[in-house]
Nanobody, 126 residues
Framework: QVQLVQSGGGVVQAGESMELSCALSGRTFQNAAAGWFRQVPGKAREFVAA????????YYADSVKGRFTISRDNAKDTVHLQMNILKREDTAVYYC???????????????????WGQGIQVTVSS
């Protein structure tokens, strides 16, 4: 059974940092691209960041560019999201996602991701 298990999350003050992690089990990355999305109640899930299968290319939503960094460790089948200078508007449930094996190119579209984490709450207080 394929699982993406997320860790990190919690409550931080505005301006502080937090790291989210995501570990894949049940299969290996096999060069699949990965991404992070987030959702607030009453709104659609939105793209945050993505990384190519090799880790060479990354892409960010404008709202997080320069503050968030996505990375991956293919030897450990993990993906990370380092979030700096957090703002109240970053408050959301964050989801990691992985594309199907060998789909290495970056995507910002939800339907192009094959496996999803359980979601983890990030709350930024002022």
């Amino acid at each position: 059974q394929v699982q993406l298990v997320q860790s990190g999350g919690g409550v931080v003050q505005a301006g502080e940092s937090m790291e989210l992690s995501c570990a894949l089990s049940g299969r290996t990355f096999q060069n699949a691209a990965a991404g992070w999305f987030r959702q607030v109640p009453g709104k659609a899930r939105e793209f945050v960041a993505a990384i190519s299968g090799s880790g060479t290319y990354t892409y960010y939503a404008d709202s997080v560019k320069g503050r968030f960094t996505i990375s991956r460790d293919n030897a450990k089948d993990t993906v990370h999201l380092q979030m700096n200078i957090l703002k109240r508007e970053d408050t959301a449930v964050y989801y990691c996602a992985v594309r199907a094996p060998r789909w290495a190119s970056i995507s910002q579209f939800l339907h192009e991701y094959n496996d999803w984490g359980q979601g983890i709450q990030v709350t930024v207080s002022s």
